[in-house]
């Protein structure tokens, strides 16, 4: 029996729709298994064979499971203390959290992960006594106890506490990254180096010796391999060694974008912080009764001239060509705003030193890459003013009301911590905000194993 010819067409057309959900349907699951897949292939728990960069037979050649332990010398016991709780978050601290961070909840909830997850492994030259370059790699005793350290406490409270933090491995097979443990500051300090050059050769000639000799840097081509310099020398000391230039993680004070050696999506821009032994009481808002304060050198910075040109002698400002004529700290305590001016270079300990007094950092240092500013919001507790606009330096701070300034005030409070190193790190303290940096950037992608 024939159908009716409407009916024929009904029943077309419902075929049609029919086809259509099918193959979007198909569409969506597919893209939901190769979303899985990815998310499977990118995830530092997957397995490391992976089905779109096959491991090929002559790289098994080279990175044989069986034998890639290292018979490194175990490390005194010391070094590695049992591992504290990871740092606990609750409903409420979550609350009260949200202000001066872009969201808190992800990053607390990474924050945890990493610390299940990231294992660092630590290149023996840092416990070896007996080496003529002990000077070098070895830890400082207690940084806290060298005020002479000053400007680059930042480098050397970052390999103490990394070998007191429950990251440390002994077995580069389980590590993520790999701590390349010289320190520029001490080969600064060593005559034998000593120059920017000789610098460059010893870190070049060191990572060709660590290449040469293990098989994990030429794993990754260096790109989870990391050293830490808080040193404007530094700047120039990867610059002999192809992969530790192009590859290789820096933690490092001087982040500037218009550095030629610092890339803000591969490295890390590292607080600099001055000795400090404990997080003293802060002054109160209504106990600070100055608007402004700034004191240092000219150098040869430009905007450090114009600030004391323009507004050197006003009254109602406290900026100081040199030193003030009250106590350096003093000037934190009882003023709103603190300036950090570009000097050298973008960073100084200011703007620490401002967060750690309570005092608004006023960032005047255009190009800076801000530490962590991927986890704080910076406008939330600092103003930041191009160089350019400094002439309207002080419009710029009265505009600012009361309730905001208190708001900025609060924040900071919560900020506070981040710029913080502890010998045994903690919390959120500048050692695990910075190793966070380094989760961010681990590597999805190894040639082996
Ligand atoms: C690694 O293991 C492979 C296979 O067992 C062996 O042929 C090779 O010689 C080993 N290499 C080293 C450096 O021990
Ligand atoms: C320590 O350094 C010395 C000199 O470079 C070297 O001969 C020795 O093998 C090293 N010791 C260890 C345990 O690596
Ligand atoms: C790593 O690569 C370099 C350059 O290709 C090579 O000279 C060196 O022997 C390699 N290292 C190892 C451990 O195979
Ligand atoms: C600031 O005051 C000092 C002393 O009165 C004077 O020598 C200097 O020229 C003044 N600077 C400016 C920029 O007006």
């Not at 103490?160 to 010289?182: D, G, M, Q, R, Y």
């Not at 660590?210 to 610059?239: K, Q, T």
């Not at 000795?275 to 905007?303: E, I, K, M, W």
Request: hydrophobic share 35%; glycine share 4%.
């Amino acid at each position: 029996m024939k159908r009716p010819p409407k009916l024929q067409q009904k029943r077309l057309l419902e075929m049609l729709v029919l086809a259509v959900l099918l193959s979007s349907s198909c569409i969506a699951l597919f893209g939901f298994y190769k979303h899985r897949a990815f998310l499977a292939s990118t995830s530092p728990l997957a397995p490391r064979s992976n089905t779109f960069f096959p491991i090929q037979n002559h790289h098994l050649r080279y990175y044989n499971r069986q034998n890639l332990s290292l018979h490194a010398p175990q490390p005194a016991a010391t070094l590695y203390p049992k591992p504290p709780p990871p740092p606990q978050t609750n409903a409420v601290d979550s609350v009260l959290e949200t202000g001066p961070y872009h969201n808190w909840e992800l990053f607390a909830a990474d924050f945890q992960e990493m610390m299940q997850h990231l294992k660092i492994f630590v290149y023996p030259d840092i416990f070896n006594k007996s080496s003529p370059f002990a000077n070098i790699f070895l830890p400082r005793e207690n940084p806290l106890d060298d005020p002479k350290l000053g400007n680059y406490f930042s480098e050397h409270m970052f390999k103490v506490s990394l070998l007191h933090s429950p990251l440390i491995t002994a077995n580069p097979e389980k590590a993520l990254f790999f701590f390349l443990p010289f320190s520029i500051n001490n080969l600064r300090n060593d005559p034998r180096v000593h120059s920017e050059a000789k610098i460059s050769q010893f870190v070049a000639q060191y990572t060709s010796s660590i290449s040469n000799s293990l098989r994990f840097w030429n794993a990754s081509g260096g790109a989870d391999h990391f050293y830490v310099c808080c040193h404007s020398v530094g700047r120039e000391a990867p610059s002999k060694h192809h992969g530790l230039r192009n590859n290789a993680i820096q933690l490092t004070c001087c982040s500037s974008y218009f550095q030629r050696f610092y890339l803000s999506h591969k490295d890390v821009g590292l607080p600099q912080v001055w000795p400090r032994t404990d997080q003293t009481a802060l002054n109160p808002p209504h106990a600070r009764h100055r608007l402004v304060y700034f004191a240092g050198r000219v150098q040869n910075s430009q905007v450090r001239q114009q600030l004391i040109n323009l507004w050197g002698n006003d009254t109602q400002l406290d900026i100081f060509n040199g030193s003030p004529t009250f106590p350096y700290e003093e000037g934190f305590k009882r003023s709103k705003f603190c300036l950090h001016v570009k000097g050298y270079e973008v960073n100084t300990a200011r703007v620490s030193d401002a967060i750690h007094y309570g005092c608004i950092p006023v960032i005047i240092s255009n190009y800076y890459d801000l530490p962590f500013s991927n986890v704080v919001d910076w406008s939330k507790f600092s103003v930041v003013i191009n160089q350019r606009d400094i002439a309207s330096l002080k419009t710029r701070l009265l505009s600012i009301k009361r309730e905001m300034y208190l708001r900025m005030y609060h924040n900071l409070c919560k900020v506070r911590r981040h710029f913080f190193w502890h010998t045994t790190p903690r919390g959120y303290d500048s050692f695990y905000m910075t190793v966070y940096q380094l989760w961010l950037r681990r590597s999805t992608l190894r040639l082996s194993y």
